[in-house]
Every structure is written in structure tokens, then in C-alpha cells.
């Protein structure tokens, strides 16, 4: 990986050193961060003594000259640090966000100034194309046989609107079964650079969903429980949610308890045991729930379908459903095995 970088170091030393005027160089260099933060085109025009506007006009001028000299092969370093990041990017899906693009070429996570670098020949390469950051879209780089700016941010649009439209977290394959890719993996790499997107799990979904970008303890309490697709104890969700991709997962087990117990959506079937409420189960003493399958009953029931019926959405011993059922202001014995409501 330190190959990488000091191929890519080279590649910029190259390209900064056809620039003839000292003055361009500096004004490429702190537009794209190449030697330490980026900075606006105000900060460079209060440092030059010149507008904003007349920033603007220099930077797309040098950016031009630099492109004609890339390709007319002037820039002899260009072609081996081109190689690495097409090279990255085939395997990537052929686009990727820069700082996905980043962490792979370097073998860590990338610094501002090596992310620069890349933005920067990405910016100059006839064989690579910038997608440049907005609030639609992260900074990308691709493959200019892939597409131009404007074509990949079409096919970011078309997978967005069909998540939309779809109103829940599709997979990668179902993505794949109404669209038209060479390869799953390139939809999941057109996919990651929408801000709009987040994936979770496998899934992906609009940001604002919650079962893909959970932000806060309740959200990812669901979000476990609704992978899981069964009941759990509050000490397994908390190290669940620790071994989980959540962003941000350092929670203790007594904040999910008491998230557990305010919000509706979760309802305990036991001795610290929680489900989902839209999985059939409904809140509750065991004697509400006796209460309930009788109510329902038009006639009365056997101790044991009473013990069956109760153990289906509670996870308690069937001693204490026996229990529950000899309170004779509620329950009322018709025979020595049938039971009915008290008041029915």
C-alpha cells in the first residue's frame, strides 16, 4: 500500500510541475487540499488579493490545461497512478465514493490530503470521471468508460426513485431484478453514493428509514429484533446491538432496558423477554391475556388449551398461567378442567 501512495504522490509532483505560474500552483493546491486543508475560493482570493469570481475562472483554466497535458502525455507520472485507481475501481463496481475509493487503494482510512489526491487526479484524467459532492450526492470518482458526471448521477436517481417507490429496504438481487446491470455489485457501487441511501444488513433504504439508518436506542433495538424475527431477552439485544454495523453501538444495558419498557413497540412476554407488537403479541399481565382468549372464546375452555393459547405470545412457566387462572374474581371454574370469565 505505501507503493500506492508514492505513486500517487509522484502523479501530483508531476502534474503540479507543469504548471509554469507559482501563482496557479498555489491556487490548485490549497483549492484541492493537496498540501494541507482545501480551502474556498474566498480564502484564496483574500490571499491573492483577488475575487472570488476571478478564483473561480483561474482554477477551471489551470484544471483545463491540466486535462489537454494528461492527455497529450505530459504528465509522465499520470498513467501508473491511473492504473491503481482503475484497477480499484473494476473491482470496487467501477464507481465508488472517494473516501471508499480511498480506504481500499491505502489499506487504511484515508487522510484529508490522500483523499485530496485523488480528487485531484481525478479531476485532471481523461479516464476518470468526478462526481462532484452536493446534498444529493457523496464525492465520487468512476471510470469514464462507465459513464460521465451527469449519466452516473442518472443512475443513482433511477435506484433512488425505485427504493422510493418500493416503500421498504430492498436487497442488492432485488434491486438486480428490475434493473439493468452487468453485475449486482455495480448497483450497490452506484447505490453508496447517494446521500439519499443507507444499507444496513443487506437492505437498502431512504436515510430516513429507520430500519437502515436506526439513530437512536429504540431504533436499533427494533432493528435487531426485527432481524432476529423472534423474541429476546433485554441482555442479548444489548449485545446484539455491540456486535452489530450500527455507526454507533457503545450503548449499556440499562438504557435499552428502559427504552424497551417506554416504547409500545415493544412488549415483554417474560422474565426480561421482548417482541415486536406487530408480531401478534399485545401488552399485558398473564391474567389480561387469560382474560382476552376467553373473551374471544364463545365457549368455555380446557386448562390446558388456555396454558396452550397463553404460551404462544407469553414466554412464562405454565405453573404460573395455572396460577393466574384461580383468581375467581376473573376466572370462574366450570368443570373440573373448563374455565370461563368470571363475569360471562
Do not use: C
Not at 438481487?173 to 439519499?196: G, M, T, W
Amino acid at each position: 500500500m505505501d507503493q500506492n501512495a508514492d505513486i500517487i504522490a509522484n502523479a501530483i509532483k508531476g502534474s503540479l510541475n507543469i504548471i509554469e505560474q507559482d501563482r496557479e500552483k498555489e491556487i490548485i493546491s490549497r483549492r484541492f487540499g493537496l498540501t494541507g486543508n482545501r480551502e474556498t475560493l474566498e480564502q484564496i482570493g483574500d490571499m491573492l488579493s483577488i475575487t472570488r469570481e476571478r478564483v473561480r475562472q483561474l482554477e477551471k483554466a489551470i484544471l483545463i490545461r491540466l486535462r489537454v497535458g494528461s492527455e497529450e502525455g505530459h504528465i509522465s507520472e499520470l498513467p501508473a497512478a491511473e492504473k491503481i485507481i482503475i484497477r480499484n475501481l473494476t473491482e470496487m463496481g467501477r464507481v465508488a465514493r472517494v473516501s471508499d475509493l480511498g480506504k481500499k487503494i491505502y489499506g487504511k482510512k484515508p487522510s484529508s490530503k490522500e483523499l485530496s489526491a485523488l480528487t485531484f487526479l481525478g479531476s485532471i484524467s481523461p479516464n476518470l470521471t468526478i462526481i462532484d459532492e452536493n446534498d444529493k450526492y457523496h464525492q465520487a470518482i468512476g471510470i469514464a468508460d462507465y459513464g460521465d458526471e451527469k449519466s452516473i448521477r442518472k443512475k443513482v436517481d433511477e435506484i433512488v426513485s425505485l427504493i422510493k417507490n418500493n416503500k421498504q429496504p430492498m436487497t442488492i438481487d432485488e434491486l438486480d431484478n428490475q434493473l439493468n446491470y452487468e453485475h449486482p455489485d455495480h448497483i450497490k457501487a452506484v447505490a453508496s453514493i447517494s446521500k439519499f441511501l443507507a444499507t444496513l444488513n443487506g437492505l437498502w433504504g431512504l436515510t430516513k428509514w429507520p430500519t437502515v439508518n436506526p439513530k437512536n436506542i429504540r431504533d436499533k433495538i427494533f432493528v435487531v429484533l426485527e432481524t432476529k424475527k423472534e423474541p429476546m431477552h433485554f441482555n442479548d439485544i444489548a449485545s446484539a446491538i455491540k456486535e452489530s454495523e450500527f455507526k454507533r453501538k457503545n450503548v449499556t444495558v440499562q438504557a435499552i432496558h428502559n427504552e424497551l419498557i417506554k416504547d409500545s413497540r415493544f412488549v415483554l412476554i417474560g422474565r426480561g423477554i421482548y417482541a415486536l407488537d406487530s408480531w401478534g403479541y399485545s401488552k399485558g399481565t398473564v391474567s389480561d391475556i387469560i382474560a382476552k382468549i376467553l373473551g374471544e372464546s364463545k365457549t368455555a375452555l380446557s386448562r390446558e388449551e388456555i396454558v396452550k393459547q397463553v404460551l404462544r405470545t407469553r414466554k412464562v412457566k405454565e405453573t404460573t398461567i395455572l396460577l393466574n387462572l384461580q383468581n375467581k374474581k376473573l376466572f370462574k371454574k366450570v368443570d373440573k378442567n373448563s374455565y370461563t370469565l368470571a363475569t360471562k
